[in-house]
């Protein structure tokens, strides 16, 4: 029993006391009875009592030390209900004021620790709102294992760092252009250099007359179109104006790429040799590509299912012979060499006896770099022409001359020049994408009748292409 119920048990003794309560102001505590036992339940324990006296004694010396102890009691209960009231816990308050009494050696001190003691509703809310990772199953007595979750988050956070660093591996993987995009950017000095000039013109008139045709004419031969063609394009554009009344000097540009495409191209069955037994000669002065350009062939045509076969022909310069080598093995073809200064029409010979023998559809024949100028080595190409109509008549013969379209204006030189000796198939068009003077290629289809089959933007064995004139004319004038 604790101090409340032995002030109670005075208080019934003596009405003394119970005056000294009243001037105090406190009431009398009482205890439901389902909640609180008598101490005569309790045989196992007894209040500790303070010494004061037997009360038949001196009635007012007991009641004043009743007072007194009544007094620090009642000093404690104020202090205890203050705690109390500035916690807002009433119900916490009788809770604890039940468990104290029922425990011996009790006091009213551990009360001020009641700021500390949270209700189960409390309690819960900040549970529920803590993180999202928490389930509601973790409130009250359904709580989850914590090292469980912790191990369910930690594996969801490598899982989420798994596939970041993928899609950063995807992102970071480069992309495979297409050609006509390789195209756009190859072009990208010509499409400067040539259409730069030509939108000057059409943004500085306001109308069509005999000054923006010599205008346009001029933008033309600037751009490495030389004179004849600029001076061929030009006389159609102004067929089509009249035809079809155009007013107005922006709507030219549009016929100035339709003008362009129909000089440029290449006839339908310009690339039906690859499906017969052909002889395949490649011409051109040094420097401007020939071998690599005959590699590149080798592997494409391989890789379309045919039979190829190389036969090194250019004898005299030594490199050659074991360059075409390297291609041959990379494109995994046969070749057919002799030593260095061998008779390049032994060479020739030996490669088409050896051709027609395992079935090849395509002799590819390099030849010696030759200049239009050096009598002796033009010669020589001749006496290949004859060996290849002797010994293998009922082959198709194309002779592809490669050009370097760097030069500008000397290639058209070369073209005419090699077109007098030779009956040129095709033209072959080699670093388009490191010059400015792409243009080269529309004035030897327009001026010279010279289709253009294959044109080069690029190191790589793809980035030899057949040369298509609508994609050309469109990766020209790509803005």
């Known amino acids: 029993m604790g101090i409340f119920d032995f002030l109670k048990k005075k208080k019934v003794e003596n009405e003394g006391i119970a005056e000294n309560l009243n001037e105090f102001g406190d009431e009398p505590l009482t205890q439901p009875e389902n909640q609180m036992q008598s101490p005569a339940d309790k045989p196992e324990w ?67 620790e009641l700021q500390f003691i949270r209700t189960a509703e409390e309690m819960s809310e900040p549970i529920v709102a803590a993180s999202e990772h928490i389930s509601p199953q973790m409130t009250g007595s359904g709580l989850e294992s914590t090292d469980q979750r912790l191990e369910e988050i930690a594996g969801d956070t490598v899982e989420e760092t798994q596939a970041s660093e993928m899609m950063e591996s995807v992102e970071e993987q480069p992309v495979k252009k297409g050609f006509f995009q390789k195209l756009v950017e ?23 007359d005999e000054d923006f045709y010599e205008e346009l004419e001029e933008a033309l ?70 071998t690599t350009t005959i590699g590149k062939l080798a592997s494409q045509y391989k890789k379309a299912g045919k039979k190829v076969m190389l036969a090194a022909a250019d004898t005299f310069r030594a490199a050659a012979i ?21 008779d390049p029409g032994a060479v020739i010979y030996d490669a088409i006896a050896s051709a027609k023998s395992k079935e090849m559809d395509i002799l590819i024949c390099d030849t010696a770099g030759r200049l239009h100028n050096k009598k002796n080595l033009m010669n020589e190409l001749g006496k290949i022409y004859r060996i290849i109509g002797r010994e293998y008549p009922e082959a198709h013969l194309e ?44 004035a030897i289809a327009a001026d010279l009748k010279l289709p253009v089959k294959y044109i080069g933007v690029g190191e790589g064995i793809d980035d030899l292409r057949p040369f298509d004139a609508d994609s050309f004319v469109e990766a020209l004038f790509e803005e």
């Open 46 to 112: 007894q209040p500790v009592r303070p010494e004061i006296g037997p009360i038949t004694g001196d009635l007012n010396q007991s009641a004043a030390l009743e007072s007194a102890v009544l007094s620090a009691a009642l000093n404690n209960l104020s202090t205890a209900e203050a705690e109390v009231e500035s916690v807002e816990m009433p119900a916490a308050m009788a809770e604890v004021r039940l468990v104290e009494e029922q425990r011996p050696n009790a006091n009213v001190e551990p009360v001020a």
């Open 186 to 208: 190859g072009l990208s000095k010509t499409r400067n250099h040539v259409m730069q000039g030509v939108n000057d013109v059409l943004s500085s008139f306001t109308s069509i």
């Open 221 to 290: 031969i600037v751009g490495d179109l030389g004179v004849n063609t600029a001076l061929k394009i030009v006389a159609g554009l102004k067929e089509k104006v009249k035809e079809r009344r155009i007013k107005d000097p922006q709507a030219v540009k549009a016929l100035l790429k339709e003008e362009l495409k129909e000089q440029m191209q290449t006839s339908a069955d310009a690339y039906d040799f690859i499906q017969k037994k052909t002889v395949l000669l490649v011409i051109g002065v040094n420097g401007v590509g020939k």
């Open 322 to 342: 074991d360059q075409l080598k390297e291609w041959a093995n990379r494109s995994e073809v046969p070749i057919v060499a002799q030593a260095e200064n061998s």
């Open 399 to 442: 002779v592809f001359l490669v050009l370097d379209s760097t030069t500008g204006q000397n290639a058209l030189v070369q073209a005419k020049e090699f077109k007098e000796m030779a009956d040129i198939t095709g033209i072959v068009l080699t670093k388009l994408d490191g010059t400015s003077k792409g243009g080269i290629a529309i």
